[in-house]
């Protein structure tokens, strides 16, 4: 039951990020019908720059306290991934939002794969330790152990998921990214600035993607410049796990994946008598991702489709 109940909390810990980073996929797929398959590294981009600000105030003997550190790596980090998405979008996107449907899909790929470059020249392509700066207190929780840092992450995520859907509920902004997204024609006629609307997702959900990233970073200790694939790849799972397209079901696919995953990584070694280990354990994101395309594609809450003229 100990280790049960480890694995959910491990599983909670980071299904929400999963469902951070997921956010970023569905609501660009809800406005442009686009997968930016560029937002993993994005999410990378975030967890780099936190790393390399929070090096530079050590190295210049700046000693403030540890989640100061870390807010002004993150108040660094939010600008430069949100700049990056914006971009993205303006450069690579845009020029192809009425072409045929795979264009901008292979350019979301080549996009992906510049960014690693261009992050492997910047920082290398070793791996960057996260700096301990964060107090690594153990909590004891019917058994299971879980840290100030994996508390902090689910509450952020859960302040930063309601921010975001409170925004686009009560907002002018969230209004008009309903309407551009229900029927962008009739929202242009009625004074929507549709390719500001558009650039606003990118911006929002890379912003997010930058806080995730250094979640990842503090989580596992360490970040590198090909750390976005793989998780951009279970983020996107999630999205489509819950929904694509649908705020509410990139949350759910998020968390029940990163609980599947935890709790997978966790029996594998028993269920396959020893044969395969908890390093195994990324089989899982992708087997979710082939059963949910093949017997339910519209994932756990579907998608809001609305009709178009």
């Not at 990020?17 to 996929?25: H, P, Q, R, V």
């Not at 990378?44 to 100061?68: D, E, K, Q, S, Y």
């Not at 290398?124 to 019917?142: A, C, K, M, N, W």
Request: aromatic share 8%; hydrophobic share 55%; proline share 4%.
């Amino acid at each position: 039951m100990d280790i049960f109940l480890q694995q959910i909390i491990n599983g909670l810990v980071i299904g929400s990020i999963y469902a951070l980073i997921a956010l970023g996929y569905t609501m660009v797929y809800g406005i442009m019908q686009l997968i930016n398959f560029a937002h993993g590294e994005i999410v990378m981009f975030g967890a780099m720059v936190t790393i390399t600000c929070i090096n530079v105030l050590v190295g210049h003997n700046i000693h403030l306290p540890g989640p100061l550190m870390l807010l002004a790596g993150l108040l660094m980090a939010i600008p430069v991934s949100a700049l990056l998405g914006f971009a993205v979008e303006r450069i690579a996107y845009r020029p192809l939002r009425r072409a045929p449907r795979l264009a901008p899909l292979i350019t979301a790929i080549g996009v992906s794969i510049v960014l690693q470059q261009v992050a492997s020249l910047i920082w290398g392509r070793s791996y960057r330790p996260f700096p301990e700066i964060l107090p690594q207190t153990v909590h004891d929780f019917f058994g299971a152990a879980i840290t100030d840092l994996q508390v902090a992450i689910v509450i952020l995520a859960i302040v930063l998921m309601a921010g975001l859907f409170f925004m686009i509920e009560k907002t002018k902004l969230g209004r008009a990214m309903r309407a551009t997204a229900q029927n962008p024609e009739v929202a242009g006629l009625m004074g929507v600035n549709i390719n500001n609307i558009i650039s606003m997702t990118f911006i929002t959900g890379s912003a997010l993607g930058a806080v995730a990233g250094v979640m990842v970073a503090a989580n596992y200790d360490q970040a590198h410049p090909y750390m976005g694939f793989l998780i951009g790849l279970k983020a996107f799972t999630a999205a489509v796990l819950g929904g694509i397209g649908n705020l509410q079901g990139a949350v759910l696919g998020g968390i029940t994946l990163g609980i599947i995953e935890s709790l997978g990584s966790g029996y594998l070694g028993d269920l396959t008598g020893g044969f395969l280990g908890s390093n195994y354990k990324d089989i899982f994101a992708f087997l979710v991702l082939i059963l949910v395309l093949v017997f339910r594609p519209s994932g756990l809450l579907g998608e809001r489709v609305a009709e178009r003229a």
